[in-house]
Every structure is written in C-alpha cells, then in structure tokens.
C-alpha cells in the first residue's frame, strides 16, 4: 500500500557531498518515524541516522557525526540524507525506511525502501 521512494545516490568524488531523499508513495498506514540505513557488500545494514515524525529528535551512528545531517519536509512527508566529506568508506547501498502504527496502543510492520548506491571514487 505505501512505498518508500529514495533518490539522490550516485557517484562523487572523496570529500564530495550527496543529498538523498526519501518520500512514502500511497497511503493507509500511520507512520511515526523514519530514517537511513546503509548495508556494505557481505554485511548487515548499520543504522545512518532516524527522525521522528512529531517531535523530529533526531539520532545518528557514531561513524556520521558531523558529517551527515537528517530532516524532514513535514508538508511533503519526505526526509532528506545531506551527506558531506563523503569518503570511499562510505561507498554502500544506503536504504530509507519507516515504522508505521500508533504507539503504543498498536505497532505496524517496518517498511524498507529499494536503496540507492552511493559510490565514493575518484
């Protein structure tokens, strides 16, 4: 019923910067909050960064301090990734997600976006 539609990965150069973004297409289901994953070859994924829909508090990995930064556009349910100095260490497949229900009387499945590659070469 709603999907998660990312865009903005793509090839930059090391100390480059990227901005992905993430709108829920459809609709008939509540979602509270939503963030960033991002999963290397033969790993699992590591949580980016995440931001609740009411408040916005906002959380991020210990590896993306500084660099990356998370929002959201309440008006377009979207939330954007602005990644600066970007690395080859940060070359993965980055995917949005969501949860969705009304905590906490009621907690729907967590929704996954397709990913988008953010490859840091020169």
């Known amino acids: 019923q709603v999907e998660l539609v990312e865009s903005g990965g793509g090839l930059v150069q090391p100390g480059g910067s990227l901005r992905l973004a993430c709108e829920p297409s459809?609709?008939?289901?509540?979602?509270?909050?939503m963030g960033w994953y991002r999963q290397f070859p033969g790993k699992e994924r590591e949580m980016v960064a995440s931001?609740?829909?009411?408040?916005?508090?906002?959380k991020y990995g210990d590896s993306m301090k500084g660099r990356f930064t998370i929002s959201r556009d309440n008006t377009k349910n979207t939330i954007y990734l602005q990644m600066d100095g970007l690395t080859p260490e940060d070359t993965a497949v980055y995917y949005c997600?969501?949860?969705?229900?009304?905590?906490?009387?009621?907690?729907?499945?967590?929704?996954w976006g397709k990913g988008t590659l953010v490859n840091v070469s020169s």
């Open positions: 459809g609709s008939g289901v509540n979602i509270y909050a």
């Open positions: 931001i609740t829909t009411g408040i916005g508090r906002t």
């Open positions: 997600n969501a949860e969705t229900g009304y905590p906490p009387q009621y907690y729907g499945p967590t929704l």
